[in-house]
């Protein structure tokens, strides 16, 4: 058994172990979206393959649509070359439920994947071909928080995406120069409409990606590379629109114990890879069954009735809340505390720390207690009901191979707005103050002290990858276990890091707090378990 459209032809060989395969013609589908495609998007990794391709199989399978998916990677060519391609854009789908039961489907809603590099002619020309077409009413992404960023932290352009500016939207090299200069392929061949929808977790996720092709629009406009009507197309939401999303799905990285599963069914050739750029990837997905996908409904161009697949289209203002509910206090900000608790006493498995009842009590805290009396209901999605489902059901599923270090990435970009915005409204609030906030800063503690490297039992751990360590590894490689002596001096600029935190913790009050329990966590071995438990239980 092999995954590619000879592999397939055996229906009764995949179907007798339990594999749903396409109900669709694929060769019919894969013929009209490449005619008229209608929905493009950016991000060919995990989330993607889980989520959006399913959604779209769900829909094809039904009947209720007759073109599928293409997809475009702009950063990590080689998901393409090594899993798309081999494998004739088909992926499993492995979806893992609370009762232990799975569920093995052959995803083919997928029909062709680009490599969106500006030196790749073929696909770069076939790009613009597509984003020429009349037919084409969405384009989305899902490319990490990092993904959109055109500037520093001193809000200064970056130099490939100044250089991309400086050299016109022909041969861009940075990911949203590569986007912007599609887009402006749409607006040559006749100023087409078109919605550019973010689903990656973070707040206003449209705002960002707008943000960054407007750098794009104006910088060319105002070097004369294009005309100022690029500007007002992409200005224009009738024209140009980036509705807000709320994008939830537990997808763990592809994981061996699923593999071994396909391996026992029969299936070769399923090894998952970590690509030269940390991509951990496979032919395979793993995700938990829960999911939703909540978009702004303002679609330019017209969408198909995706609703008929599980998405919740609405205004804005319910995104937005919906959106906070998630990322700012009810999933988020709990998956980063067991993140940065788990490397640092050693976990391998999200399920394992919700057994351990100091982690379940921090969680809980800072759900229930910190979070939940600044969450505005959303009134779509009840607040209670969606913390309780987290954290009694979809966390806790211990079928769900899902561990600290994938959550743990890039967590310094992540901060400010899982926990920030909570720090925020309590500063806002007349009832609530910002001194009753406990484990919000002990794990702002918790991630200071994962940033030696060094876990609670003095072993080195490798940090997962995060765009600021190469700033912050020297600060901490200084800082040793047992030697507490000027630790405040070492860490106050981060501390009043608005870019870190969302806010200047020694302004709100939280900065002593947080050096507190950070020299106590480095007292020595053992000393964060004995720290955990002192102020999770603390009344
Ligand atoms: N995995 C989940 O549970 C989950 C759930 C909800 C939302 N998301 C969102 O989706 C994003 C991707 O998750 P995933 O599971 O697909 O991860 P993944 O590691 O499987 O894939 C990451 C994707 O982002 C691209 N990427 C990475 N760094 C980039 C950069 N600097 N510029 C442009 N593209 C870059 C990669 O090439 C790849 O396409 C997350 O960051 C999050 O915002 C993930
Ligand atoms: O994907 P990130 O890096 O923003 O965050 C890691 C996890 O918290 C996240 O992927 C969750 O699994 C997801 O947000 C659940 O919907």
Known sequence: MKLYKEGLKDHALWEEKGYQLPKYNREKVA??????PFWIHFGAGN???AFHAN????LLDAGALERGLIVAEGYDYEIIEKMNHPHDDYSILVTLKADGTMEKSVTGSVVESLALDSENENAFGRLKEIFASDSLQMATFTITEKGYSVTDRHGEVVPDVKKDIENGPEKPCSYMGKVASLLYTRFENGRKPIAFVSTDNCSHNGDKLSTAILTFARGWASNKSVSQEFVEYVSNPKE???????????TPRPNASVEEVLQNDGVEEVAPIITSKNTYVAPFVNAEECEYLVIEDAFPNGRPALEKGGLIFTDRETVDKVERMKVCTCLNPLHT?????????DF????????DEDLRQLVEVIGYKEGLPVVTDPKIINPKDFID?????RIPNPFMPDTPQRIATDTSQKLSIRFGETIKAYEKSEELKTSDLKLIPLVFAGWLRYLLAVDDNGNAFELSPDPMLQSLSPVFSKIQLGETAEIEEIIRPILKDKKI?????YEVGLAEKVCGYFKEMLQGTGAVRETLKKYVWEK
Do not use: H
């Open 31 to 36: 013929d009209a979206t490449k005619k008229n």
């Open 47 to 49: 989330i993607f393959r």
């Open 55 to 58: 959604v779209v199989q769900n």
């Open 240 to 250: 140009v629109s980036f509705p807000w999303s709320m994008i939830d799905k537990i």
């Open 337 to 345: 505390a067991l993140a940065v608790f788990g490397c640092l006493l």
């Open 348 to 355: 391998q498995l999200i399920a394992d720390e919700m057994k």
């Open 389 to 393: 489902t987290v954290l009694k059901i």
């Open 501 to 505: 935190f969302g806010v200047d913790l």
